[in-house]
């Protein structure tokens, strides 16, 4: 089956090439390590994932671009025709002469409404493309105003004409020190929006990654093409085709409904998380051999103690002890840093994938009391190689990850909500104090529910 | 893209204006290296065929015909226009695009913005609809002038209310050099106070500049350049002298106007040219002014002398940033530093990387004042273009309570005439002026003092957070 990406904004649009960009290239990649009959049937899942075929030969990512300003999907356009192995639609994109100036109510009440017959035909028109359509990925940024705020829109607007398909939300988090002033403001609208119309909410945090760019890809001067490549890496270690069970004879049908599936229990908790392991330069990677247990021992150890990358990782964090009473059991939660998980999803990749052991991952004290480790750990798994990695696994988490960072964000945006600083600049364009109160309160819930796990 | 139009009102408005077309076709044309008329030049440019006769429509795609600025020059005298229209730079204008009266304001305000105002409004009204049909999309109005004379102070903020009249829409940013301590207009601080109450009641985002800072600064490189320091590694294009089309020789002002050129080149460079992360200019009053009225940004351009090499090693990056925060090189006399900040934006032109930002903006925080609600009070713009001759620049531009001395200080300078009663007459002579305008224009000015004191004042003592909702689980 067949997703459409949507770019939104700079970000969603400089992120959704590099995307392409990886799965283009591990897709021609020639060291998948396994079986002729094993490699094809992995590229054509993943080309009909992502990829419609034009007459020219260069397949066309199924996509559609979206910018209220020029320049970036100009690039962007432009870069993909130079890789001369995957191309955008050139119909397949619309942009506007100014940006939304960082403003989510320019973005959700202004550009939203009046475009949104263009880009839903757009999407219309990319739909149609495909024999079987699993649902959406849209790819945006929550700080500025194109992405966060027309990027609500449309994702409502997506619900209302396709409610049977999946809808996935990539949000790239902001700089904790910023880039945006009103960055809170607008995230803070962005997730209240999205978290009730989007089936789930896949999140990267820029700080994190920069992280990783620096300390395991000894990059030393981090640009965003940099940063992009690692999220992009990521998501393709999670998007690219892989068997959903043991004995599966075929790739995963439905790429974003198996996800759901797996990862969202219960529609109040519904923002996930993405690790990956081993992650390092190209130069070290030749350097380097791996063994599935060392890799999933420290996968296991980056999941409980809340750790983005495999470096400086707290071994001290352990899961409560069984049989405590659930008051006892978070309080030491708290204190020992330790983050409970709804539902986990680990993909495997590479030789000899059969004998990794996820013992690790099984221990119910990991998971919530309402959950069966059956039903809160699943596991995919492809002898195909990934990116030139000979092992790697990755996992999307349905945990407390993000509690810290939403708490953050929410308190920022709620302090500058106090001194009525810059709001003038929102219910210029129809958001007015009583609809920020109103996000405020479901991100509270959304705190007060993960806290309470 | 978009398109702005410069307003250029008055000799200092003109004067200014001058250099900021010389420098912009410079930059055009080294980083235009095809001869193609695009989007980024159509930004303050038309393209236009000169052969067809009459009113020759724009072209808006091919090579490059004749470039025309997108700009109204506006003068009650006409020495200084006359003077650009015998200069290098007479082919960008033509003279549909002037408005020249013969007698001047004679350093009087209300000369400027009641006489001529009423006289020349519909011309001017006419003029500004033509030049904005011209654009597809007209995002911005960028008013040149001074506050101390009488066209630029007094007509040039009639200007601004207009612009408001009639395309409420399209953003208004105004370049406005204050007069400094021992100006030769006496009357120059009457025409400040009174043009600064139309500055805060209708622009939505003012750059003061004092001529002081100015010339401080070129002194500092002449300084520099003549100590030998620099040596002969000096450039030619460097930042302050006239490149570009041949300096014949150069005016009193040009380096000083230089500088002030290049600040409106950094500011507009990001929604200009390619970056990966752009800056629009609608993106700056979002995020820099977070209550309507406060919106007087403090800026510095750095580097202003150090004239760097193509592979920077990482020190003199990060000296760019520090310097871009010290008193010496802000456009007014005042210092950031020691004042509070109520938003910081750092735009960043040419060979600069995301972690150079992070790296500098973690260095500098520590030293910076921020208002208690906007701790994180940073915007970035990275524009992959430098400026030319440079591998890159920085252009910070500070919200800062630090604005107000410059604001007292004024209020002083006319509280000495205004006591006497000096000059008043002049004035009142005119039509439509009485004496409340002068004690509006000063309670006006008063109270946006009061507003920053007020900010100084409840941000010095430990923040107390506001309680957070309770959720009913
Ligand atoms: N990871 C990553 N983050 C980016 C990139 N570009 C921008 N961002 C982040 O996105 C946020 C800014 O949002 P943009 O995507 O530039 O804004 P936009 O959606 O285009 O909206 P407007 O420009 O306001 O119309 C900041 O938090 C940036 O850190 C990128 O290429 N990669
Ligand atoms: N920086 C700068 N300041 C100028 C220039 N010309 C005049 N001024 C200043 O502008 C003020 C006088 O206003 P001016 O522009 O001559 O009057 P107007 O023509 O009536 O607007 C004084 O403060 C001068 O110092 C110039 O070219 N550059
Ligand atoms: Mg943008």
Redesign the pocket.
């Known amino acids: 089956m067949s997703v459409i990406t949507i770019q939104l904004g700079q970000c969603g649009n400089q992120v959704g090439r590099e995307v392409f960009h990886a799965i283009s290239k591990d897709l021609h990649s020639t060291h998948g390590l396994c079986s002729r009959k094993e490699n094809d049937a992995y590229q054509a899942a993943s080309k009909e994932r992502f990829f419609s075929q034009e007459e020219t030969g260069v397949p066309a990512a199924r996509a559609v671009l979206v910018d209220m300003e020029p320049k970036v999907i100009g690039q962007t356009l432009s870069m993909a025709l130079k890789s001369g192995s995957w191309k955008y639609d050139d119909q397949s994109h619309f942009c506007q002469k100014q940006g939304s100036g960082n403003n989510w109510a320019n973005g959700y009440c202004v550009h939203g409404p009046k475009h949104k017959e263009v880009i839903m035909d757009l999407v219309q028109k990319e739909a149609e493309k495909c024999d079987r359509l699993s649902g959406f990925l849209t790819l945006l940024s929550m700080a500025g105003g194109t992405g966060s705020g027309l990027g609500a829109f449309v994702t409502e607007s997506l619900r209302d004409a396709y409610p049977t398909l999946f809808l996935l939300n990539h949000v790239i988090w902001p700089y904790g020190l910023g880039e945006v002033i009103v960055q809170n403001y607008n995230s803070v609208l962005t997730l209240s929006h999205l978290y009730q119309t989007s089936d789930a909410l896949l999140v990267h945090e820029n700080d994190a990654i920069h992280k990783i760019c620096a300390q395991l890809m000894n990059i030393k001067q981090i640009s965003f093409q940099d940063v992009n490549q690692v999220i992009a890496h990521q998501l393709g270690s999670i998007f690219q085709p892989a068997y959903s069970s043991d004995g599966a004879s075929q790739y995963s049908r439905s790429p974003l409904g198996d996800l759901m599936e797996a990862l969202v229990p219960h529609p109040e908790f519904k923002m996930l998380g993405l690790r990956n392991i081993p992650q390092m330069s190209e130069n070290s990677l030749a350097f380097s051999t791996f063994a599935w247990p060392g890799l999933l021992k420290h996968l296991r150890q980056m999941l409980i103690a809340n750790a983005k990358m495999e470096e400086g990782i707290d071994w001290q964090v352990r899961p409560p002890l069984p049989g405590l009473p659930p008051s006892q059991k978070q309080s030491l939660n708290r204190t020992a840093h330790f983050n409970t998980s709804i539902a986990n999803l680990i993909t495997l990749r590479g030789k000899d994938v059969q004998t990794a052991d996820l013992g690790g991952f099984r221990d119910p004290a990991l998971y919530t009391s309402w959950l069966s480790v059956q039903d809160a750990l699943a596991v995919w798994k492809t002898p195909r190689a990934f990116n030139k990695y000979e092992k790697s696994a990755s996992l999307v988490s349905n945990s407390q990850f993000l509690l810290k960072p939403l708490d953050g964000v929410v308190a920022k945006a709620w302090k500058m909500f106090a001194s009525k600083a810059y709001v003038h600049r929102y219910t210029k364009f129809g958001i007015e104090e009583e609809d920020f109160l109103d996000c405020f309160t479901t991100l509270e819930q959304v705190i007060a529910s993960y806290s309470s796990l | 893209m978009t398109q702005s139009v410069v307003v250029q009102?008055?000799?200092?408005?003109n004067?200014?204006g001058c250099r900021f077309w010389d420098l912009a076709l410079r930059e055009y044309a080294a980083v235009n290296k095809k001869g193609l008329y695009d989007e980024a030049l159509s930004s303050f440019f038309r393209n236009v065929d000169t052969r067809a006769d009459g009113d020759a429509a724009d072209i808006s795609r091919g090579k490059i015909c004749s470039l025309k600025a997108r700009a109204l020059l506006i003068?009650?005298?006409e020495g200084?226009v006359n003077e650009i229209l015998q200069g290098p730079l007479r082919d960008v204008f033509d003279s549909k695009q002037l408005i020249t009266d013969v007698s001047?304001?004679g350093?009087n305000w209300a000369v400027?913005h009641r006489l001529y105002g009423c006289q020349y409004r519909d011309r001017i009204v006419e003029k500004l609809r033509k030049a904005a049909e011209r654009c597809d999309c007209l995002q911005c109005f960028f008013v040149i002038?001074?506050?101390?004379?009488?066209?630029?102070?007094?007509?040039?903020t009639f200007i601004l209310n207009v612009l408001e009249e009639e395309f409420p829409e399209v953003y208004r940013f105004v370049t406005s050099?204050?007069?400094?301590g021992e100006?030769?207009?006496i009357t120059?601080p009457y025409n400040s106070v009174l043009a600064m109450k139309e500055l805060s009641e209708h622009a939505d985002c003012v750059l003061p500049?004092e001529?002081e800072s100015?010339f401080d600064i070129v002194s500092k490189i002449n300084q520099m350049t003549k100590s030998g320091k620099l040596g002969s590694c000096v450039k030619q294009s460097s930042l302050v002298t006239s490149g570009g089309i041949k300096p014949t020789k150069e005016k009193p002002?040009d380096a000083?106007?230089n500088i002030?050129a290049n600040l409106l080149l950094n500011l507009t460079s990001s929604a200009r040219f390619e970056g990966s992360l752009n800056m629009d200019l609608n993106e700056i009053t979002m995020n820099l002014v977070p209550f309507p009225r406060l919106h007087y940004l403090v800026s510095s351009l750095t580097p202003l002398y150090t004239l760097a090499d193509v592979n920077v090693p990482s020190r003199r990056l990060d000296q760019m940033f520090s310097d871009a925060f010290s008193k010496d090189h802000q456009l007014i006399r005042a210092d950031p530093k020691h004042c509070l900040y109520l938003a910081c934006a750092l735009l960043v032109r040419g060979n600069v990387h995301v972690s150079d930002l992070r790296r500098n903006i973690e260095r500098l925080k520590p030293s910076l004042r921020f208002v208690s609600w906007n701790q994180e009070g940073w915007k970035t713009g990275l524009c992959s273009v430098p400026p030319v001759g440079h591998s890159h620049s920085l252009l910070t531009l500070a919200n800062n309570t630090c604005v107000k001395h410059t604001f007292l200080e004024l209020k002083e300078r006319f509280m000495r005439l205004y006591k006497k009663k000096a000059h008043l007459h002049h004035y009142l002579h005119t039509d439509g002026m009485e004496q409340s305008c002068f004690s509006e224009a000063l309670s006006s000015l008063s109270d946006l003092i009061e507003e920053y004191n007020q900010l100084d004042v409840t941000n010095c003592g430990p923040a107390i957070d506001p309680p957070r909702l309770k959720i009913a689980m």
């Open positions: 009102v008055g000799q200092c408005g004067q200014v003068d009650m005298e200084v001047g304001s350093n400027g002038h001074s506050m101390g004379g009488g066209t630029g102070s007094g007509l040039g050099v204050y007069p400094s100006d030769d207009v120059s500049i001529n100015l002002f000083m106007n002030v």
